[in-house]
């Protein structure tokens, strides 16, 4: 008979008491901003209505309905659930009641439409609904900002996290979760044995208490800090004492590698220490038929429905580059999209007509080739409307990759890794990177960019391209670094 396993005590496998809420702080900013509504606004609502409708009938319901649902896709799609945003308190505040104020309109329309079912009353609901959805929903958001404020305060929203290792790649990880994690607050504790490699010294002089060294059992050490997750970052791996990970993981303590967490939390491919094996067996790049017929027939209708809405910014645009010296208004230029296919990209012309006499260069800030006119249609993203018709034949999606020029990305795909598997989708008029990362016309711009880019491909589904669609609109009206 084989000896037996050398296994834990059973009471090691009790899943360990969890004293923090596990999600993140845009996940339970949303919670608060919905519970709040769900509260409060089917009181103000029938209070508005009650004396101008005879009874509630679904109809009426669904209106009503209307209006929490076009307040929470305006405050998602235009940032308030951002982690720059939150944290800035005041400046969240400051933007509700325009936030609100778009998202009631958008619900006000279908109903103005539809006043037409019940035109002996129903004529009169908008204005008071319209009026009692801006208050109701901005003293939600108030509220709920102010909520989420003593609960940050309260140290009830941090996360506790035990990382096994104090290098450099842990220094990364404690950076980048500091100043991009979806939480707000990370409590991080090092475990390290000198098989790991050398404590970077960032990590000893920040907070030398964090530094564990020689922990004899990761899962009593685990339950000492009351840890939420375990990650896995040290710089040398050999040697490790996986056994003693395996005690945690049976005990109900999440597991992580450094990528695999990385990739959750700030949502973007870590490039500086992409490890390829791990590019190779995680999950990801897989797009069935069905994915690609129902991201075409998204694009269409996208399309189709912003062109007719833009239209007349599009003709503006083109009578305004016309006027301006009399030249042709349109601007086409070569790119790469799917495949390393190339195509004619066709914009509003924003620079000079001699712009690139001396050949290809990327866009600086303060661009002298930029016109007056084409400086304020590159804000206001008017100069990009044109891309719609290169969308409906198909030469680029709605959400992608920035399309970029072939002189560019032969230079790129010489300097960065996995460069050119940007392409393995359509490029996009936006995308992950475009409404993540400013504009920017650099080596290093093109490293951040491509770590959103990668993300996007790894992860692509038409829940991200909706989700990437409605913020969008926060980039066109308070655009960041656009050149």
Not at 361 to 373: C, F, H, Q
């Amino acid at each position: 008979m084989p000896d037996a396993l050398d296994l834990p005590p059973p009471t090691a496998y009790i899943a360990p008491l969890r004293t923090t809420i596990p999600l993140n702080s845009s996940a339970i900013m949303f919670g608060l901003d919905a519970a709040l509504i769900l509260l409060a606004w089917p009181f103000a609502a029938w209070f508005t209505v009650a004396d101008r409708i005879p009874r509630l009938d679904p109809t009426i319901a669904g209106i009503l309905a209307l209006y929490p649902v076009a307040n929470l896709i305006a405050l998602y799609a235009l940032g308030l659930y951002r982690r720059d945003v939150i944290l800035a308190v005041r400046r969240s505040i400051r933007r509700l009641p325009f936030v609100v104020g778009i998202g009631t309109i958008g619900a006000t329309i279908p109903v103005l439409l539809l006043a037409s079912l019940r035109p002996s009353w129903f004529h009169r609901l908008p204005d008071p609904l319209f009026v009692a959805a801006t208050i109701c929903f901005t003293g939600c958001g108030v509220t709920a900002r102010l909520v989420f404020l003593r609960l940050r305060k309260s140290g009830l929203l941090k996360r506790r996290l035990l990382v096994i290792g104090a290098g450099t790649r842990a220094w990364d990880l404690a950076w980048m979760l500091r100043n991009e994690g979806r939480n707000l607050h990370y409590d991080v504790h090092f475990i390290h044995d000198e098989r790991f490699g050398p404590i970077d010294p960032r990590v000893q002089s920040e907070n030398p208490r964090s530094i564990i060294r020689r922990s004899t059992s990761y899962l009593a050490t685990a339950r000492q800090l009351h840890a939420d997750q375990i990650v896995i970052a040290p710089d040398e791996r050999r040697g490790m004492a996986l056994d003693r990970l395996i005690d945690c993981k049976m005990a109900g303590y999440p597991v992580y590698q450094y990528m695999d967490f990385l990739e959750s939390e700030i949502r973007r491919i870590d490039i500086k220490r992409l490890d390829l094996s791990w590019l190779l067996y995680s999950d990801g790049f897989a797009a069935t038929l069905f994915d690609r017929v129902l991201k075409r027939a998204l694009d269409v209708t996208v399309s189709l429905l912003l062109l007719v809405a833009a239209s007349p910014f599009l003709l503006g645009g083109i009578a305004a580059v016309w006027l301006q010296d009399r030249r042709w208004p349109f601007y086409s230029q070569t790119r790469v999209t799917k495949g390393m296919r190339t195509f004619r990209i066709l914009k509003l012309r924003t620079m000079r007509i001699d712009a690139e006499a001396a050949g290809a260069v990327w866009a600086g800030s303060n661009d002298r080739r930029i016109t007056k006119v084409g400086n304020f249609l590159r804000r206001t993203r008017i100069d990009e409307i044109p891309q719609l018709f290169n969308i409906l034949r198909g030469e680029m999606s709605f959400v992608g990759p920035r399309p970029e020029r072939p002189e560019f990305i032969t230079e790129l795909a010489a300097k960065l890794p996995l460069y050119n598997e940007r392409h393995i989708v359509k490029a996009g008029l936006t995308g992950w990177a475009q409404i993540n990362y400013p504009y920017g016309a650099s080596l290093d711009d093109a490293r951040s960019k491509l770590s959103y880019d990668l993300y996007y491909v790894k992860n692509a589904s038409i829940a991200l391209d909706i989700l990437i669609i409605l913020q969008t609109l926060r980039v066109v009206l308070w655009p960041s670094g656009v050149r």
